[in-house]
């Protein structure tokens, strides 16, 4: 029965033993919304190329916890965060196609 009741945790990666450099230009960037963010930070310590980190508090009158947001030129695209995002909290974390992220969003991608 306990093992039953974990079953929806089997998606979540575990916690990196070390930080990683990024390679090559991703297919897809995470990226954060802010709206659906509880500021949790559950997806933090799973990043293994550490780019996910909380909005500076001076960005954002409300909530008192401030979302994270991704260093998007640091993203790897490797899904974690959303995986994590989505079994452990809100669901505030979604893998977009590159192009269209830098489209969307004016920003070149490395």
């Known amino acids: 029965m306990a093992s039953k009741v974990l079953d929806h945790l089997k ?25 659906n963010c509880t500021g949790c930070q559950a ?10 980190e909380p909005v500076p508090i001076n960005k954002h009158q409300f909530p008192p916890i401030p979302p994270v947001h991704v260093r998007d030129n640091e993203c790897i695209g490797c899904q974690i965060c959303a995986k994590v995002c989505t079994k452990l909290t809100w669901d505030a974390i979604r893998m977009i196609d590159t192009d269209m992220y830098e489209e969307r969003f ?5």
């Open 11 to 35: 998606t979540v990666p575990e916690l990196p033993e070390t930080i990683n450099n990024k390679k090559k230009r991703p297919k897809k960037v995470a990226w954060v919304d802010e709206d």
């Open 43 to 52: 997806c933090v310590p799973f990043c293994p190329v550490d780019c996910i």
């Open 106 to 110: 004016d920003r070149t991608i490395d």
